[in-house]
T-cell receptor, first 114, second 114 residues
Framework: AQSVTQLGSHVSVSEGALVLLRCNYS??????LFWYVQYPNQGLQLLLK??????LVKGINGFEAEFKKSETSFHLTKPSAHMSDAAEYFC????????????FGSGTRLSIRP | DAGITQSPRYKITETGRQVTLMCHQT?????MFWYRQDLGHGLRLIYY???????DKGEVPDGYVVSRSKTENFPLTLESATRSQTSVYFC?????????????FGPGTRLLVL
């Protein structure tokens, strides 16, 4: 079965520091991959997605993620954290065989220290 | 404002009562989804619908019923609420444009079952 693993349920970085949120997927065929962000008391919104085009994907708010097939990873990065980046981040995978279902990771809460 | 809305935003009910959560989208998206979000589990798919009058089970369908008589509405009913159904429920929708399509989420309904 397809799955996605987010390493670290909570990550804390200083304002201005590099943000790195880790995501690994299990799939025999490269799937479609997504990062969603959830701000407090809100629904999820798409940050970026990989759909088998460029392996380095740029998203909103300065985030980007790199698809590495050899490592089955899709880590999310941002060069310089802002206080407004504090939120919960979800990695998600849509298996190639699925026309509709997305499988979400358990989420990583990002905290930003002043 | 167009988009995807959920009602109510907050609900307290008692064990054994029937509860219906509403979801409405204005984009005429083909696909609609219901997820529940619980600490440590991320989002888990309850039911989804590919079009009006077409629904299918997700990962955790037990105790829930859905219907989709109109494209824009996708209500979720808890037939006899249990404490384990205390959760935050999110509705989402997406276009039928391929496997890389984005899901758009509503703001969520916080349900407490006493």
């Amino acid at each position: 079965a397809q799955s996605v693993t987010q390493l670290g349920s909570h990550v804390s970085v200083s304002e201005g520091a590099l943000v790195l949120l880790r995501c690994n997927y299990s799939s025999s065929v490269p799937p479609y991959l997504f990062w969603y962000v959830q701000y407090p008391n809100q629904g999820l919104q798409l940050l970026l997605k990989y759909t088998s085009a460029a392996t380095l994907v740029k998203g909103i708010n300065g985030f980007e993620a790199e698809f590495k097939k050899s490592e089955t990873s899709f880590h999310l990065t941002k060069p310089s954290a802002h206080m407004s980046d504090a939120a919960e981040y979800f990695c998600a995978v849509r298996p190639y065989s699925s026309a509709s279902k997305i499988i979400f990771g358990s989420g990583t809460r990002l905290s930003i220290r002043p | 404002d167009a988009g995807i809305t959920q009602s109510p935003r907050y609900k307290i009910t008692e064990t054994g009562r029937q509860v219906t959560l509403m979801c409405h989208q204005t984009w005429s998206h083909s696909y609609m989804f219901w997820y529940r979000q619980d600490l440590g589990h991320g989002l888990r798919l309850i039911y989804y619908s590919a079009a009006a009058d077409i629904t299918d089970k997700g990962e955790v369908p037990d105790g829930y019923v859905v219907s989709r008589s109109k494209t824009e509405n996708f209500p979720l009913t808890l037939e006899s609420a249990t404490r384990s159904q205390t959760s935050v429920y999110f509705c989402a929708s997406s276009e039928d444009s391929g496997r890389g399509e984005t899901q758009y989420f509503g703001p969520g309904t916080r349900l407490l079952v006493l």
